[in-house]
């Protein structure tokens, strides 16, 4: 196995440490998306339950132009079982992802443009409006996590993901949304 290969292998079985709470199992992408390595997992709770509420800020209370149908959830994003009741963190963008680890690094705070604060928000389906959901995330790494890997000092590859992906299948109608749509992180 090649260096390509290993880091490869390493992303499809050591999940980024923002869903170290969850019980995950690798996962495909549900939509096309380049050849970037990538890191898929859908999420359970500890408590084995697949199916919660994903938790958010929308997009539409901080950026007032936004489009009509592009309203998004932005984070930090959490995950509400319905069968126990735990919230778990899936992402917060001010402390995971590429420029959250190259900020820590240097003593700083991440760089996400928007971060919701106060009470969130449940993602809604936009075929049926339930907010009940089993939550797949998926990690895009661009090909600078081959230039860390060439350093060879043992960076943690796997939190140096630059595309977050959260796809939502509703589970009244099972209808697939994207409730998140961070860019270069
Ligand atoms: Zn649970
Ligand atoms: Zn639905």
């Not at 549900?30 to 050849?35: F, M």
């Not at 081959?146 to 000092?153: C, E, K, S, V």
């Amino acid at each position: 196995m090649n260096e390509t290969e290993r880091i490869v292998q390493q992303f499809q079985t050591t999940p980024p440490s923002c869903i170290a709470a969850f019980r995950v199992t690798p996962a495909k992408l549900p939509i096309e998306w380049d050849q970037s390595c990538r890191s898929i997992w859908r999420l359970s709770c500890d408590c084995g339950g697949e199916r919660g509420r994903v938790l958010g800020y929308p997009l539409s209370e901080y950026n007032k132009d936004l489009p009509d149908g592009a309203d998004c959830l932005i984070g930090p994003i959490s995950f509400e079982c319905v069968s126990c009741g735990k919230v778990t963190t899936v992402i917060d963008t001010d402390r995971h992802g590429y420029s959250a680890e190259v900020a820590k690094r240097e003593g700083g705070i991440g760089s996400a443009i928007y971060r919701g604060s106060g009470l969130p928000a449940a993602w809604g389906c936009p075929q049926c409006d339930s907010r009940v959901f089993s939550l797949t995330v998926a990690f895009i790494f661009w090909d600078a996590v081959f230039d860390l890997a060439a350093d060879g000092l043992g960076w943690p590859l796997q939190e140096f993901f630059t595309v977050f992906l959260s796809f939502a299948q509703c589970s009244e109608c099972r209808q697939l949304s994207e409730p998140t749509n961070f860019g270069k992180l």
